[in-house]
């Protein structure tokens, strides 16, 4: 039973290109989370989404970001015009339901380095 | 006022020992607490979860919740070297829709 799967493992953009990161969920899971851990802090939510639907954004930069979970297919970080600050592990969770029931299981995560 | 505060750490603590890592809350309405351990480079892996306030105990770990201080411990029985990883302690806010990390402590169990 495959767990969270994210790729790519590590990604290395320039300065004004777009990053596109992508996770499949676990099978049987239909909400997934998108989580950036900053060097020296704590993993910080950014997106909540549903299949074609974005549930909560709340901690997803106003500008550049974007998240979709399409009906078919795994969902998809999109960074547009990346700068230095963007350089993190993006980690992506899945869970089969929502709230206090349903567990999230992580990836491994995507490492983004901005030159 | 940080929703999670967590000390970051390093704790450096002989094999065999106990181990106790602790974070406060700030939201007297939060009620599911989490702790994840994270090895180096890979995604972070619930240990743990309590609802509300108490103990619980899986092997060599015990959560627990105090609610009238806001503060919640894991405790690390005859630790291991496999036991050194970063922990983060989490708690479901937003709804129940995600989690907020403390910023993570960082374990070394040494031979």
């Known amino acids: 039973n495959a767990g969270v799967m994210q790729n790519p493992r590590h990604l290395v953009r320039r300065r004004g290109q777009e990053a596109r990161l992508r996770c499949s969920p676990m099978?049987?899971?239909?909400?997934v989370y998108w989580y950036r851990q900053l060097p020296e802090e704590g993993l910080k939510f950014m997106v909540y989404?549903?299949?074609?639907?974005?549930?909560?954004e709340s901690g997803m930069p106003k500008e550049r970001f974007s998240a979709e979970f399409p009906k078919e297919g795994p969902s998809i970080l999109r960074i547009q015009q990346v700068v230095r600050g963007d350089s993190a592990a993006y980690f992506c969770?899945?869970?089969?339901?929502?709230?206090?029931?349903?567990?999230?299981?992580f990836g491994p995560g995507t490492r983004l380095t901005v030159l | 006022q940080k929703e999670v505060e967590q000390d970051p750490g390093p704790l450096s603590v002989p094999e065999g020992a106990i181990v106790s890592l602790n974070c406060t809350y700030s939201?007297?309405?939060?009620?599911?607490f989490m702790w994840y351990r994270q090895y180096s480079r890979k995604g972070p892996e619930l240990l743990m979860y309590?609802?509300?306030?108490g103990n619980k105990e899986d092997g060599r770990f015990t959560a627990q919740v105090d609610k009238s201080s806001k503060y919640i411990s894991l405790f690390i029985r005859d630790s291991q070297p496999s036991d050194s990883a970063t922990y983060l302690c989490?708690?479901?806010?937003?709804?129940?829709?995600?989690?907020?990390f403390g910023t993570g402590t960082q374990l070394k169990v040494e031979l």
């Open positions: 939201n007297s309405a939060f009620q599911y």
């Open positions: 989404l549903q299949k074609e639907n974005i549930i909560d």
């Open positions: 309590t609802y509300s306030s």
């Open positions: 969770a899945s869970s089969r339901g929502q709230g206090a029931g349903g567990e999230q299981f």
């Open positions: 989490a708690i479901l806010t937003g709804g129940g829709n995600k989690l907020t």
């Open positions: 099978k049987g899971h239909s909400h």
